[in-house]
T-cell receptor, first 113, second 113 residues
Framework: GAGVSQSPRYKVAKRGQDVALRCDPI?????LFWYQQALGQGPEFLTY????????KSGLPSDRFFAERPEGSVSTLKIQRTQQEDSAVYLC???????????FGPGTRLTVT | KQEVTQIPAALSVPEGENLVLNCSFT??????LQWFRQDPGKGLTSLLL?????REQTSGRLNASLDKSSGRSTLYIAASQPGDSATYLC????????????FGKGTKLTVNP
């Protein structure tokens, strides 16, 4: 079946612009996660949803970062007034529930110039 | 706070060699541990998931072990092939609260033909 998909795959933004990154999880997966991966580092947790409820947003680095999953399926990660330090790969993952594997999408590479 | 360390950071071996990648974590109260592979510019591919009650999991030439009490896991790759070249990431899900994964920085493996 189809895996986790993310769009766009690449995004270049000028400093100060707003961006929106989309994640389509595997159909039927209850849990959805966003991670940020800097070059040469492991992914770091940003936020997580169970259905439409955002249960943990402790990893969001600032109030410029906002995530939503209004119908419990597709999720959008929005970054307002982008800064150079926001340049990274943003990974989305989904799982059936907490005891199951997390499956990752290909990521969106964001470059802020 | 859970911290995950992977040693070595990089490893280069000749084709056919058996090898071991190491992962350690500071808090032994985990639900599960997951090993991933990441190819350059790509997302994460799940290799093995070990629940906290399990000691090991096997998939093909891969075998992962878990010693929860000592905070260690190893990924054993038998008869390595050039196609195994990638970065291998270890991630743990801690007990209590969020379903987030905490990642190590990875081990970059190069298998030389």
């Amino acid at each position: 079946g189809a895996g986790v998909s993310q769009s766009p795959r690449y995004k270049v933004a000028k400093r100060g612009q707003d961006v929106a990154l989309r994640c389509d999880p595997i159909s039927g997966h209850v849990s959805l996660f966003w991670y940020q991966q800097a070059l040469g580092q492991g992914p770091e947790f940003l936020t997580y949803f169970q259905n439409e409820a955002q249960l943990d947003k402790s990893g969001l680095p600032s109030d410029r970062f906002f995530a939503e999953r209004p119908e419990g399926s597709v999720s959008t990660l929005k970054i307002q007034r982008t800064q150079q330090e926001d340049s990274a790969v943003y990974l989305c993952a989904s799982s059936l529930s907490h005891f199951y594997e997390q499956y990752f999408g290909p990521g969106t590479r964001l470059t802020v110039t | 706070k859970q911290e995950v360390t992977q040693i070595p950071a990089a490893l280069s071996v000749p084709e056919g060699e058996n090898l071991v990648l190491n992962c350690s974590f500071t808090d032994s109260a985990i639900y599960n541990l997951q090993w991933f592979r990441q190819d350059p510019g790509k997302g994460l591919t799940s290799l093995l998931l070990i629940q906290s009650s399990q000691r090991e999991q096997t998939s093909g030439r891969l075998n992962a072990s878990l010693d929860k009490s000592s905070g260690r896991s190893t990924l054993y790759i038998a008869a390595s092939q050039p196609g195994d070249s990638a970065t291998y990431l270890c991630a743990v899900r801690s007990q209590g609260g969020s379903e987030k994964l905490v990642f190590g920085k990875g081990t970059k493996l190069t298998v030389n033909p």
